[in-house]
Structures are given as C-alpha cells and as structure tokens.
C-alpha cells in the first residue's frame, strides 16, 4: 500500500476539520445552554443555593407568680456519629476510649457500644446515635470524648440542637400551664396557659437568615447581619402559687389514691382578686397513675349537685319568697314532684326543717319544695337570678377550651315540669368547676363576682408589656343581706351540717358538699352507681382570703361517694395547709423596731465624740463603756483608769480642761 | 533566560500556546481548590497551588528534554517500552483499587517518589508512537489483514482490554485515535470496517459477561450504562447531578463570568479541578474565557497540522499526529462533556486541569511533536533555499 505524504494531509485535513466542526458544535451548545436554557439553569443556582433558614426566636418563660419558673426552652442535644467518617488509623486508636467515656456517660457496657459502634461502621451507618436529648453541659463533655473531639469532618461527630420546652415542676399543673404541640400532621395542640398565651405573647417572632450552600450539606451565612432578626418572647408571669399548687396537688393525688376515683380537680382562687392560685387536674391512666389529663376544672361541665342548692336558696331569699327561717316539711324522705319522686339521702327524711337547716343537711325535697312552690308558675324569675349571676355563659377566661354551661329554658327540649325541682338540686344543668368557684368567691367576697384569672403580667426582661387586672363581672350578686344568711348557713354546714366532719376549732372554713349521680342514664348504673363527690368554698370565715372547689368523679364507692367524705378532706387539707404551712401567713412586717432612748443616747455619744477632741468632757452619768471609748479616741494620748464598773460616778480631771500627751484620767464606775 | 530560549527548539508557537494554557491553568486550578482544601480539613489552598505549580514544572522538565531528542529514536523507545507498559497496566488492574464496589483502578503508586500515576495516559501515548511507527514501516509496502494483525493489532487490543475494565472512555477515546491514526496512515478502509466491527464486538462481549457473572471481576459496567442511559435520557435522574451542576455553572458565567475565585458551583461539582474545569472556566471568566481556550486549543491543532505538512517523513507526520490529535480531541471531549454534548466521561483537560498524569503525558506528548518540527528546524538551516509561500506564511501563524 505505497502511502503518499498527499494522500495523508488530505486525510488530516478531514479530520482536522471534523475536529474543528466538534469545537464549533462546543461552542454552539455552550451559546445554547447560555442564551436558551440560561434562565432556567441561572434560576436553579439561586434556588438551590441560596436559602431563607428560620432563626427561631426563644420562646418566653412561664412563671409562677412567686417568681419560680413553671416553663422554659432549653436547647437539648441529639449527638450522632458518622461511622464512616474518621480514618482507619482515628478508628482503630480512638474507639476504644470513645467507649470507655460513653459508657461511664450512660452506663452502657464499653464492649458492648464498641460492638454496635464496630457494626454501625461495617454497615456504613453515617448516623449511628449516641445519645438523645441531653442538655448543654452533657454535650459539652461527649464533644471532648476521644475520636468526636477531632471535629465534624476527621471524627464523624454529628450534632443536632433542638429546643425543648421543660416543665421544671414537672408533672404539678401541667395541664394548666400548658404546652403548644405540633403532631405529624400539623395539628396543633394548645392547652393552658401556654397554648393560649403562645401565638400573642410567648413565641415572639422568628428571624430569617439567607445562607449560602458551600458544599454538600454545608452552608454559610451570605450577609454579616440577619435578614430579619429575631425578636424573643415575652416572659409570661402567672398568678399561680406553687406552694399552695403542691399543696393542691398532692393533696387531690392522695385522695384519688385513696378512693380509686377516675379523676378530679381542685382550684385554689385567691378570694379579692380572682387570681387562681393553684389548679390541679388528675386523671387516671390505664395502669392507675394519676397524672395531668385534661383541664378538668375548665373544660368540664357537669350536673353540679348540691353545690347549687346554695344558688337556688340565694335567689328565694333575694327574691324574698322565703326566709331562713321559713319551715319547709321535707316529709320522710321521698316525696313526689309531678309523677317522679325526689328522695333524700337521709333515711325517714328531716321532717319539717327550716329553709337554713334544708341547706345544711342538704335536704332535696326541701329545695326543690321552696323552689317549685315559688318559682313553678314563673320560672323565669328563678332563671333570670341564673342569668344575672352570669352562670348560664362561660367566664370568658383565657386559657382554650372552657366548657360551656348548661342551663334548660322553658321551651328547651330539657324542659319539663319536673325541670325546675331538679334544677333546685343541681340536676338538669351543667356547669365547670371554675364556673361554681367563681360564684362561691363572689360570695366570700362580699358580693363581688370577679373573673378567674391566670396572669398578672406579660413582660420583656423587666419591661411590662401587659398587665393584668381584676376584672368584675358583677358588683353585687345580692344584698348585703342575703349575703350574710347565706354565708352563716354555709359556715354552719361545716359546724354541724354535712360538712361537720370537716370542722376544725383551730381554722375557720365555709361551704357545701355536693353529691351526684353521674351517668345514671346508662343502663347499668344500678349494678355499678357512679357519683361526683364536690366540695365548694372558702376560708377562712372571718375575711376570707381562699375560696376553693375540689370535684372528684367517679369515687370507688366501696370506700365512700359522699363529697363530705372524699372531696371535703381535699378542701380542708388545701386551707389547713396554707395556713400552716405557707410562709406568707408568717409574714413579719419590719424587724426594725426604733427605740427613742437608744437614739437619743446614740446621738449625745456621737455629738461628744466630735465636739471633744483635746478638752475633757464630762463623762459623768455615761457607761463606763462609752466614756472609756470617747478618752481613747481623742487626738491627745491619755491613760485611762476605771475604778468600778457600770456608770461613771466621777472623773479625776475636770470637764472642759485641757488634756496633755500621757496624762491619767483616772474614772469612777458604780 | 537567553540561553535557554536559545535552546528551545521546534515550534515556538506551539511553545507559546503550551505556556499561555499552563499558566491560564492557574486560575480555575486555583479556584477549584478551596472546595478540596475545605473538605480536606487541614491541608489549605495554596498546596494545591503549589502541587499544580510542580506538576506543571516537571511537565516543561520532560517536554524540554524530549523535545531535544531526535525524533528517529522513538521507533525503537515505542518498541521497547510496550511490553513495559503492558506490565504495568496488568500491575494497576492487580491493585484492584475500587470506588464503591466498582472497580477504579487507574493509578498505581510510584515508589519512592509517592505520587501516584495513570497507567493508561503512558500506554497511550507509548501505544500512539508504536502505531505510527508501524504505520510508517509499512509504507511502501502492500499488506493483508493477516501480516497487519499481528504486529498491529494485538498489541493494540491488548492495551486497550487491559485498560476497559477500570476506565472505558479511555480505552473507548484510544481506539478511536488508533482508528484515526491507521486511517491517516492509508490503512484500507475495508479492513478498518473489519477492525471496529471486532472492536464493538469485544465490549459487547465484555459487557454481557460483567452482566452474567457481576461478581467475576470488579468493573464499572453499571457506571457506564448509567452514565450513558442519564445522557439518553431527557428526564431528571441522580446521574444527572453533575451534568446539572456544570450547566448552573456555565449558564450563571455569562459572557464575562462572575470573576476570579467566585464560583459557586465549584463546591457542588465533583472534579472541579479537572474534568469539569471547563464549566468552572466559563463560570468565572464567562463566555470570553471558554472562547480563549477554545480558540488556544484550536490553534494548537492548526499548529499540529502545521507541523505535521512540514515533516519531511512518514513517521514524523505520523508520529506528529498520532500524539498531537489525542491532546485536542481529548479537550475537545471533556468541553463536549461539561456542554452536554457528550456523556460524562473522566477526561481531563489537557494542561489546565490539575493531575499530574495528565500534565505530564500531554507535555511528552508536546515534546514529540516539537523533536519533529526541531529536527525539521535543523534541516531548514542547513538549506535554506526554500520559499514556498505556503510555507513561510504557516511558519508566521
């Protein structure tokens, strides 16, 4: 094949002009990739370079009103390992006392984590956990353990910090102080205060940040200052009281223990004020602990009972269709009211009793008597007293989801001719536990109906941005007069009604027992009765300072139902305790009692003591003491002589002379 | 310096496009450093520097003393050095070097020096001077399929099965250079159709049996085929990661790129530094700078071409072409890759990419082609009675 140096060059230059065709064809599709498709590629850099990272903002603080704190966020830490990550050499020479740390951190065998760790690397587990959840400090000390301490990139350390709420109390008013919580789906939770302070107060407003991506998984802030800074939570301060809570708290457990109840609830109101001071709500879970369910005492509304026997009465007396004294005959126990008979606990009933004595024996006939004989052709009378006293709409308190209250109308499907009898003794309405409390308190306070309230003040740092303060629904439930009855018969029940076992000579407490069927619809309430035990009221008497309502549902009824029994010891636990127990009764206004004399005698020393510094001073009728103090002091040096103790009786130099360097003042004490 | 320019024989515009692209080489190496040295944790950016600076310094040391020898002698050096490579090419494979699960073994460490070195560039250029030398031998000659296979093709299909398992575009870009370089030689065409058709044959052969027997041996088959079906496919799959990438980079350059050191898409793009250089060139110096080394690689062709005309035998043409055409149509490849013109492949860019494999190879190859046009320099001199206009105006270009 005879080759030619022609036949060569033509075939190079077809194939360097090939050649040259693919270069145009670079430069074609460079152009292209630039002008056609440029603005979507230019479009995805931005995007998937740069982000908007949220800074979230610190959520307040939640406060007792002592100034302890109910709930804080504090940053917790997950810490992870990339087992793939450190070198051969890191791995082998570093795991070992990795290992021995971890396990003296959490009590893990070492050879067992070295196994797992081992494993997770054989695995190519870049995200083998280590720990979960710990604080600050217990980060800091697994950051310095051997292999993590050689950084993200040489020892596989992974890092994340989440914010957790804490609830320093623990489990005491959880429910009331309340959380904000996001399920998978986005739902959220908000309960107590918390959940409803969160949105206006304590979240405060997130930051925005642009960052830039500088490698997988790695990304830098693009400006030095933040896009949107953000801006903290304010500090919300409640008006609970964590003694008075504990108090309550374990004082509602030991009793729910005690009775096997399904759950209860107390509220602790300051009387003046409406501040709730403590609000424990217990549940039972399925293994019998007790803990922070539901919201009890705001959320739920049921039959009150007997508690609202007192309202029922109230409003005869103010509508002065009876009086106290007025003689109601409960007959033998059972009497009946349009076709249904209405019994009373007492067996053979109390006869004929006066209108105070129904009250505290908590006779039903004798108030469904009084009121159906008074109110059956006008009803709305009877409701108008409810209406006025605001018990038939909720109290419009902050925290989510308060239950709504009950009250059947003529015209209601709940109506009947029997509904008006019923309702004399706390049966055919509803109403919560916190709805109960607040009128008790308006009559503690004399008349005075305030709204129950969680907080005093919102603050930032030291700042108020909002202050709370009493709110009065109504000024005067009733007259002065009605009030007193109403209030003797309340203090007699613990005297010698039903609450008598409850009466302490050493306090003073004030209320009503409250026992009702509950479920009683269902079909098997026969084999296995159902009651909601209460007790509502204050103390002390004289003045009171505490009103408190204690409602326990569902009591075993082998060990007893009658709210004297299960939820009276509550209620006197509560008022016995704060009394004794809280500093605050203790108080002492001032230590710094003045005396006169001792002033004066301080200000004749003092005045001496400046006046004479080189002339003697008459020392007579001054302690020993003093005048021994004035000499020394002076600016000449004299020797001192006491002959005696007490007060000086007589001086060896007269007052008013001269004194010399090294002269002797001999005194004469007695 | 004036001793040394003295010395500097051959081409001078190949010369000075050589220098002109190693020291653009600087900038984009430099830049695509950071991301290296970041990830690297403790090493820092002016090593890299330095490292590229080296790589490029013993690159001139080889091209110059290649450059002096005479080219005759690389007859008998490609002669003597196939059986050399083909030891080590068997010895990279032995290494069995793997990047997850496939098998990458490219590099085989130097002793002593410690540095480590891509078998296949050597055996490249080595296979290139032999195929010319052949080409050469055979000129005058008339020869049948049967005299050629021997002496021709089995060295070459032995190189190049050796180099497929761990580097296919490689093995893929040397056959066809070989192809070209019998081509240019006068080799039939008829026979060539025979040589593909056996060439197309033993890969469809390798790649059935990687398929049947995944655990035979350690390749990247599933690497190729994902490669090419992401370049295939017009949709949005994983592969096309870095192909995405280089185009964010190309389309954010603009005509005068967002300046030195200011890519950003060189934290995302694997192998910034080297076989997608060319997107982080245009990224940062804009359309101007892809054109300027564009137009530097194709002037670098037309001088090959140039020199190639000039040679005064077969074998310097060949030899000229057969190493100088591989250096332009390998940048050409890694500009299509970064383009999208072509499937990802890891072709680096000859002299501007860092690597020192690379930089060396490209720069023996270089040195060949300027022993051509030197030993054409000394002949000129001695008579210098030619004036062929042609001539003297490929000489001023």
Known sequence: MAVNEKGILNRLYFIAGCMFVFGLAVIFKLLSIQYLQGDKYRSM???????????????????????????????????????????????????????????????????????????????????????????????????????????????GLIVEQTTKREHPMGGIAQRTIGYERWDEQGNVTRPGIDGAFGVKYLRGVDGKRKKQQIGKGQWKPLSDANEVEPKDGYDVYTTIDVNIQDIAHHALLEQLEKYKADHGCVVVMETKTGEIRAISNLGRNKNGHYYERLNYAVGESFEPGSTFKVMALMAALEDKVID?????????????????????????????????????????????????????????????????????????????????????EPGNKNWSKNALPSMAYGYNLELTPLQTLAFYNAIANNGELVKPRFLRAVKEFDEEIETFDKQVLVKNI?????????????????????????????????????????????????????????????????????????????????????????????????????????????????????????DNEYESFYKTAQTYKTIMPNLVGIPAMDALALLENMQVDVKVKINGRGIIKAQSVNKNTKLKNNQTVVLTAS | MQPLFKNIKGDRLIWAIVALLAILSFLPVYSAASNLAYKGGGSNTFTFFVKHFMHLFLGFVIMYGVHKIPYRYFRGLSLVMIPVVLVLLGLTMLQGTTIEGANASRWIQIPIVGMSFQTSTLASVVLMVYVARYMSKIKDKTITFKESILPLWVPVFLILILILPANF?????????????????????????????????????????????????????????????????????????????????????????????????????????????????????????????????????????????KSDTIFGKLLVLGVGLPIVFQALINMAVAVELFPVTGQTLPLISSGGTSIWMTCLAIGIILSVSAKREEIKEQEINEDNPLEILSETI
């Open chain 1, 45 to 155: 850099a931005t995007e998937r370079i740069v982000k908007d990272v949220i800074i979230p903002a610190n959520r307040g603080n939640v406060y007792s009103v002592n100034g302890n704190l109910l709930a804080t966020s504090i940053p917790k830490y997950d810490i992870r390992i990339d087992a793939l990550a450190p070198s051969n050499k890191n791995f082998e020479a570093y795991l070992k006392p990795l290992c021995n740390e971890l396990s003296k951190f959490s009590g893990k065998p070492s050879n067992e984590l070295e196994k797992q760790i081992r494993q997770a690397r054989a695995n190519k587990n870049r995200y083998f956990l280590l720990a979960r959840n710990i604080g600050y400090s217990d980060y800091i000390r697994i950051r310095n353990f051997p292999l993590l301490n050689l950084g993200a990139f040489k020892g």
């Open chain 1, 324 to 408: 106290t004294s007025t003689i109601v005959d409960t007959q033998n126990g059972r009497k009946r009211f349009y076709g249904r008979y209405i019994n009373d606990s007492h067996r053979g009933g109390y006869g004929k009793i006066s209108a105070a004595r129904v009250l505290e024996v908590s006779s039903n006939i004798g108030i469904a008597t009084i009121i159906d004989e008074h109110y059956s052709k006008q009803p709305e009378k009877f409701l108008n007293r409810i209406k006025e006293w605001k018990l038939n709409m909720p109290l419009g308190i902050s925290i989510i989801g308060e239950g709504n209250p009950d009250i059947p």
């Open chain 1, 478 to 598: 009733c007259s002065n007069e009605t009030l007193n009855k109403i209030k003797e018969i309340l203090k007699n029940i613990v005297v010698r009604g039903t609450g008598e076992r409850l009466y302490s000579e050493t306090f003073s407490m004030a209320g009503k027992t409250g026992t009702v069927r509950t479920e009683y619809w269902m079909n098997d309430w026969e084999d296995n009765p159902r009651y909601v035990s209460s007790f509502s009221g204050y103390f002390p008497v004289d003045n009171p300072k505490y009103s408190c309502i204690v409602v326990i549902h569902k009591p075993s009824t082998e060990v007893g139902y009658y709210g004297a029994d299960v939820s009276g010891p509550v209620f006197k636990k509560v008022a016995q305790k704060i009394f004794i127990d809280t500093p605050i009764v203790d108080e002492i206004e001032t230590l710094n009692i003045s005396k006169t004399s001792v």
């Open chain 2, 169 to 309: 575009s490689t093995a893929a870009i040397l056959f066809l250079m070989v192809v070209m370089l019998v081509f240019l030689g006068g080799y039939p065409i008829r026979y060539l159709a025979v040589i593909i058709g056996s060439g197309i044959l033993v890969l469809t052969l390798f790649i059935l049996i990687a398929k049947a027997f995944p655990d035979a041996m350690p390749n990247r088959v599933d690497t190729w085929m994902g490669r090419i079906e992401s370049f295939a496919n017009p949709e949005d799959t994983e592969a096309d990661y870095q192909i995405e990438k280089a185009k964010i980079a190309i389309a954010t350059g603009g005509i005068k790129g967002v300046g030195p050191g200011k890519s950003l898409q060189k934290n995302f793009l694997p192998q910034s530094s080297s076989d997608f250089i060319f997107a982080i060139i245009i990224e940062e110096y804009g359309l101007f700078g892809g054109f300027v080394i564009m137009i530097l690689y194709l002037w670098l062709l037309f001088r090959i071409v140039i020199v190639a005309q």
